[in-house]
């Protein structure tokens, strides 16, 4: 005859985990590892003719419940959204963004802002703001590049892939086109290093050139041709 005791409820006998499943003798021993605080016991007796009498463990180990998971905080979410969360905020140190609750270290367009306006209107030197701002000197010239050339949409995260898309657009290589034909033979100043003057992009030369080979290449390729 079986019987499963836990805790003074019933359990089906036929409920064995093989992965959990240990056989002691009446008077024996407790299997390796066995840790009568830590589980939870399911046993039942059996008289056997052959074996004699013996106790059956089930060892089942208890889990621990999941917490249910926080919800994010609706701004830093409408900023992850927005592809304008700071990566890394700590990395914000400027004594304005730790002494007021107004400038947000995780919104990356403000901190951009700020860091230039650190500069140009407070007269900080570059080195001391990059530094305050976790940036590079690289990182604070190009923004400001883009906050001249464009304003504040020139800060605003610029969709990943492949260059092509969103750099050598037909407006830029309308612009190198004509910059080409005004230019003499020997003028100083390259195409690249007048784009970024006009809109404040760093292309490669090469990729300037390559698109522009692509764009005469397609003019010149009669509709329904093989490209």
């Given at each position: 005859?079986?019987?499963?005791?836990?805790?003074?409820?019933?359990?089906?006998?036929?409920?064995?985990?093989?992965?959990?499943?240990?056989?002691?003798?009446?008077?024996?021993?407790?299997?390796?590892?066995?840790?009568?605080?830590?589980?939870?016991?399911?046993?039942?007796?059996?008289?056997?003719?052959?074996?004699?009498?013996?106790?059956?463990?089930?060892?089942?180990?208890?889990?621990?419940?999941?917490?249910?998971?926080?919800?994010?905080?609706?701004?830093?979410?409408?900023?992850?959204?927005?592809?304008?969360?700071?990566?890394?905020?700590?990395?914000?140190?400027?004594?304005?963004?730790?002494a007021q609750e107004f400038f947000d270290?995780?919104?990356?367009?403000?901190?951009?802002?700020?860091?230039?306006?650190?500069?140009?209107?407070?007269?900080r030197p570059v080195t001391e703001v990059?530094?305050?701002?976790g940036v590079s000197r690289q990182a604070?010239?190009?923004?400001?590049?883009?906050?001249?050339?464009?304003?504040?949409?020139?800060?605003?995260?610029?969709?990943?892939?492949?260059?092509?898309?969103?750099?050598?657009?037909?407006?830029?290589?309308?612009?190198?086109?004509?910059?080409?034909?005004?230019?003499?033979?020997?003028?100083?100043?390259?195409?690249?290093?007048?784009?970024?003057?006009?809109?404040?992009?760093?292309?490669?030369?090469?990729?300037?050139?390559?698109?522009?080979?692509?764009?005469?290449?397609?003019?010149?390729?009669?509709?329904?041709?093989?490209?």
């Amino acid at each position: 005859m079986s019987r499963v005791e836990v805790e003074g409820a019933s359990v089906s006998t036929g409920f064995r985990p093989e992965c959990h499943f240990y056989c002691v003798p009446s008077g024996g021993h407790h299997p390796p590892g066995f840790r009568p605080k830590d589980s939870f016991l399911l046993l039942y007796w059996n008289n056997s003719l052959d074996a004699g009498p013996f106790v059956d463990v089930i060892m089942m180990t208890s889990m621990p419940r999941r917490r249910p998971a926080q919800p994010e905080d609706p701004k830093r979410a409408a900023l992850r959204a927005s592809g304008t969360l700071h990566p890394h905020p700590d990395a914000v140190r400027d004594e304005t963004f730790l002494a007021q609750e107004f400038f947000d270290r995780r919104d990356r367009i403000q901190v951009k802002y700020e860091m230039l306006r650190r500069h140009r209107v407070d007269r900080r030197p570059v080195t001391e703001v990059a530094d305050a701002y976790g940036v590079s000197r690289q990182a604070f010239y190009t923004a400001a590049r883009a906050l001249h050339a464009q304003g504040i949409a020139g800060l605003l995260p610029r969709p990943r892939g492949p260059k092509r898309a969103h750099k050598c657009t037909d407006e830029i290589l309308d612009f190198v086109e004509a910059w080409h034909a005004e230019q003499p033979p020997d003028a100083e100043q390259t195409a690249a290093e007048a784009v970024e003057q006009r809109f404040g992009l760093t292309i490669h030369p090469r990729s300037l050139d390559r698109a522009l080979v692509r764009r005469k290449k397609k003019r010149h390729t009669p509709r329904g041709a093989p490209s």
